[in-house]
């Protein structure tokens, strides 16, 4: 941990594969901090031989956002009882309006700093990108088809949204991992 920030909260926003997940680890690893990834919560859950699990792999699978009462359980709960006290590095997180709403409204109320990252990339790039990384099914043409629709139908409000509050900072998620990080990190020191 080699820097500090005023932000406690701060957030990767994008398209699948614009480099949110890289781009939070180059913090964690500066500013220290915990990660929170929707993602990942949702790739674990979706190993559960359970209704729920079952349900949340059809969607990840599918390619579809997770339902909003579960993303805004999650996300509230980290922030008020998870990690009180800690930096939160969000990884795609508050993706459906209503989401970013509370987002807003819960740091608003606890008055805990915030800024949101905006990472852009074509969706010639998500296709180029899911392409070459192919992870697992939701890197698949299908999925990611359904991801970027997802996105535009969903994300690109909140982004807008966030935009509106003053706290989002839009990078060029084509310019180098290097570049990027550059940039990020010129703002949060």
């Given at each position: ?5 005023k ?6 926003m ?6 949110k ?21 949702m ?16 969607t ?64 010639d ?30 994300t ?10 003053g ?23």
């Amino acid at each position: 941990m080699d820097f500090t920030t005023k932000y406690k909260s701060i957030v990767f926003m994008g398209k699948i594969s614009s480099g949110k997940g890289t781009q939070a680890h180059n913090v964690l690893q500066a500013f220290g901090g915990t990660l929170y990834s929707n993602g990942d919560k949702m790739r674990t859950t979706a190993t559960f031989e359970t209704p729920f699990g079952e349900k949340m792999k059809e969607t990840y699978e599918g390619g579809f956002l997770m339902p909003e009462w579960v993303a805004s359980y999650w996300m509230t709960h980290a922030l008020v009882s998870e990690h009180i006290n800690d930096t939160i590095v969000f990884e795609g997180v508050a993706k459906k309006p209503n989401e970013a709403v509370l987002f807003d409204e819960i740091h608003h109320w606890i008055h805990r700093p915030y800024v949101v990252f905006h990472l852009e990339i074509s969706d010639d790039e998500v296709r180029r990108r899911s392409e070459r990384r192919a992870r697992d099914v939701v890197d698949s043409p299908k999925s990611v088809e359904k991801r970027l629709e997802e996105y535009h139908t969903y994300t690109a409000k909140s982004i807008e949204f966030f935009r509106g509050k003053g706290t989002l900072i839009d990078i060029d998620g084509t310019l180098s991992q290097e570049a990027v990080k550059q940039q990020i990190f010129n703002y949060l020191i």
